[in-house]
Nanobody, 121 residues
C-alpha cells in the first residue's frame, strides 16, 4: 500500500514552467513504477509520463515530449514532473500514480488526489 500526495500545481502563463512533486508514504517506494496522468475538463484521463523503479527508463506521451521531464529521488520517496513551455492545452488536473508494473496501464493501482494546473494568458 502506498499513499501519494501531489503538490506544485497552480496558474501559469503560456510558455511558463511548473514543477509538480509527488511524495509517497510507503516505506517500499523503490519497487514502484511511478507516473503522471492528467484529465482535462470533459476528457478522459491520459498518461503523461512514467518512470521505472530505478529511474533509468522513462516514457513520455507525444504531446509533452521535449517539454516535460519526469524524475524520482528514491532516497526522498519523491517523484517530480518538470513542465516547461506550458501551453493552454496542458490545463488539467494532474494525478500522481504508482504501480508494480512497467509500463503503466491505463488503470494504475495507486492514485493521488490530483493537483490543478491551469495555463492561461
Amino acid at each position: 500500500q502506498v499513499e501519494l500526495v501531489e503538490s506544485g500545481g497552480g496558474l501559469v502563463r503560456p510558455g511558463g514552467s511548473l514543477r509538480l512533486s509527488c511524495a509517497a508514504s510507503s516505506r517500499t517506494f523503490t519497487p514502484y513504477t511511478m507516473g503522471w496522468f492528467r484529465q482535462a475538463p470533459g476528457k478522459e484521463r491520459d498518461i503523461v509520463a512514467a518512470v521505472n523503479w530505478s529511474g533509468g527508463t522513462k516514457y513520455y506521451a507525444d504531446p509533452v515530449k521535449g517539454r516535460f521531464t519526469i524524475s524520482r529521488d528514491n532516497a526522498k520517496n519523491t517523484m517530480y514532473l518538470q513542465m516547461n513551455s506550458l501551453k493552454p492545452e496542458d490545463t488539467a488536473v494532474y494525478y500522481c500514480v504508482a504501480d508494480f508494473v512497467y509500463p503503466l496501464t491505463q488503470s494504475p493501482k495507486f492514485w493521488g488526489q490530483g493537483t490543478q494546473v491551469t495555463v492561461v494568458s
